[in-house]
């Protein structure tokens, strides 16, 4: 069955400090890949996609996600953290029937 | 401008009652979703509309019935209120349906006491 795991729940970073959050799925064909985030009280918005070409792609708020078909993963990264950036991350697989799969998210926490 | 806009952001009622979640998005988008979040952030959609038409249903009570009396529109009526139905709602949209790319209303936070 198709899945995706998030296997943080939730991660604490230093501000200005390096993030990597963590997004393995399970998915027969080549799959569309999605990182949202939400703020607290807001609903989702997309920061990056993954659909095919180039494995490493650019979204939008300083995001960067990779996709790795070997070890089935597509990790969001972001070389310096802002306070703004403590928020729900949510990765998502679209599959055949266009329908998104998600994770179950990683809260993220900014330490001052 | 709002690009998907949910009302009432805030819903808090008697068990059995019954009570609607109106969504309006002004993106010119063909398909509309609404999505339930429970306490632990976990998401699932629950209906699909196309141009007005249903393509996703899943598996939900049939006290949840959804409307599109116009493709900017998708409302959620949910009867006889339950415990359970506490969740946050959100109304999101897409261009097409396979596009992946949702844009999310702020949700409609609905607690059942």
């Known amino acids: 069955a198709q899945s995706v795991t998030q296997p943080d729940i939730h991660i604490t970073v230093s501000e200005g400090a390096s993030l990597e959050l963590r997004c393995n799925y399970s998915y027969g064909a080549t799959p569309y890949l999605f990182w949202y985030v939400q703020s607290p009280g807001q609903g989702l918005q997309l920061l990056l996609k993954?659909?095919?070409?180039d494995t490493l792609v650019q979204g939008i708020k300083g995001f960067e996600a990779e996709f790795k078909r070997s070890q089935s993963s597509f990790n969001l990264r972001k070389p310096s953290v802002h306070w703004s950036d403590a928020a729900e991350y949510f990765c998502a697989v679209g599959d055949s029937n266009y329908q998104l799969i998600w994770g179950a998210g990683t809260k993220l926490i900014i330490k001052p | 401008d709002t690009a998907v806009s949910q009302t009432p952001k805030y819903l808090v009622t008697q068990m059995g009652n019954d009570k609607s979640i109106k969504c309006e998005q002004n993106l010119g988008h063909d398909t509309m979703y609404w999505y339930k979040q429970d306490s632990k952030k976990f998401l699932k959609i629950m209906f699909s509309y196309n141009n007005k038409e249903l393509i996703i249903n899943e598996t939900v009570p049939n006290r949840f019935s959804p409307k599109s009396p116009d493709k900017a529109h998708l409302n959620l009526h949910i009867n006889s209120l339950e415990l359970g139905d506490s969740a946050v709602y959100f109304c999101?949209?897409?261009?097409?349906?396979?596009?992946?790319?949702?844009?999310f209303g702020e949700g409609s936070r609905l607690t059942v006491l």
């Open positions: 999101a949209s897409s261009l097409g349906e396979g596009t992946g790319e949702l844009f």
């Open positions: 993954y659909f095919s070409g």
